[in-house]
């Protein structure tokens, strides 16, 4: 079976930083190839990348991920419905959730505790956190606000729990289509996940390093005073010319997006724009660990984007070996474009893959020179531009 696979593969030189730490506050690291890496998670990543949804994409396309479930539900159910007290809003969400997802939506002991001595009434939370699109909201919302006034079993109705379920489990936003959905009680609408990222590693064996800060205390009263600094510490950092991957499914996101919300565009035009957003915004996102204190806001000096046939491959392979930078071979980009550029025909000649995949490169600087045979170049706009006709005139066939 002919399938569409997106895999995009970066280069990425970072500074001095500390984009995901771990319970210490230590810059995550893995051993590959026999030496220690640099390490930023897949969460991480996919959590820029999401974030940059916003810039984007339409409200309409785009979901919530929270455990304040009942809150968010509420907000719309007022809006449908002004004679609805708050606190009445939270419950009909929390009956409506429950009967759509199976799970529980209810107010914590902790801060039900707390509210008995001094406080107002808490809402009622998710046990986990719960993703759910505008539409689907939207949808729910309604079916809370005509709970409001009706009798107590209302919310026991089976046409009504199927109602709520189905739409659960439809009008996906983009980032469920991409990401997925686990939902513990209600496994029948879970959503799998049509991108896979992988832990970006760096190409290079690295040394966490330690950087001890001082703050002055701006007030003091005389001259005499403490002249020692208002606070010591110490944040622990690294830097790394990073390997990063992502591949996407695009049938599988094409199923999760089903037919669209706006019936005037073509079928493939929810695929394309969610193709095309998360290209640009993989590529362009950077995690916020400890970014004011680094500004480590760089971005790619290489991407190599490839459309498949068959299945995803990473070319994390081509980094075994760890590169050395040295007077003589620079840095650790010129190495890795090199190392790639070699690596990637050869992997597709020995599986015969080479005439799978379409392929287009972006990249920066003449130590990135390596990689330009390897397809056709193009900077970012037109790259994902190109990328998307693609995909929906192979969605469309």
């Known amino acids: 079976m002919t399938r569409t696979i997106l895999d995009l593969h970066l280069l990425q030189t970072v500074p001095p930083s500390c984009l995901n730490r771990d319970d210490t506050g230590t810059p995550k690291t893995a051993v ?41 539900l509420a907000v719309r159910i007022l809006e449908l419905d002004a004679t609805i007290q708050e606190s009445e809003a939270w419950a009909l969400a929390a009956a409506t959730v429950q009967i759509a997802t199976g799970s529980k939506v209810e107010v914590r002991k902790r801060k039900a505790d707390a509210a008995k001595s001094d406080g107002p009434e808490p809402a009622p939370e998710s046990k986990y956190l719960m993703f759910l699109s505008a539409h689907q909201v939207d949808g729910l919302a309604e079916i809370a606000a005509k709970a ?123 695929v394309r724009r969610a193709v095309e957003a998360f290209v640009q915004c993989f590529i362009t996102s950077m995690p916020t660990g400890k970014i004011n204190t680094f500004g480590n806001h760089t971005l790619p000096d290489a991407v190599v984007v490839k459309l498949r046939s068959s299945r995803p491959i990473s070319f994390v392979g081509a980094f075994e070996e760890p590169c050395h930078a040295t007077e003589e071979t620079g840095g650790h980009v010129r190495q890795a474009a090199e190392a790639l550029a070699s690596y990637i025909p050869e992997v597709e000649r020995v599986y015969g893959v080479e005439e799978d995949a379409q392929t287009w490169v972006l990249r920066v600087g003449t130590n990135t020179g390596a990689l330009a045979d390897l397809g056709v170049e193009l900077p970012l706009p037109k790259l994902v531009t190109a990328v998307g006709a693609e995909v929906a005139r192979r969605q469309g066939s």
């Open 32 to 72: 590959y190839g026999g030496v220690r890496r640099a390490r930023v998670s897949s969460q991480a990543w996919k959590r820029a990348t999401r974030q940059g949804f916003h810039h984007l994409l339409d409200p309409s396309e785009l979901g919530v991920r929270t455990r304040r479930v009942a809150e968010l």
């Open 148 to 270: 409001h006034g009706a009798d107590k079993d209302y919310f026991k109705d089976k046409a009504l729990k199927d109602q709520a379920k189905k739409i659960a489990n439809s009008g996906h936003s983009v980032d469920i289509a991409l990401f997925g959905r686990m939902v513990a009680d209600g496994a029948d609408i879970n959503v799998d996940a049509a991108a896979q990222v992988a832990h970006a590693i760096s190409v290079h064996r690295v040394e966490n390093e330690s950087d001890y800060y001082t703050a002055v205390d701006d007030y003091k009263e005389r001259e005499s005073d403490d002249l020692g600094a208002g606070m010591i510490g110490t944040v622990e950092f690294n830097s790394a010319t990073l390997y990063r991957y992502a591949a996407v499914d695009v049938d599988l996101l094409h199923k999760n997006l089903g037919i669209g919300l706006r019936e005037e565009e073509p079928l493939t035009e929810p």
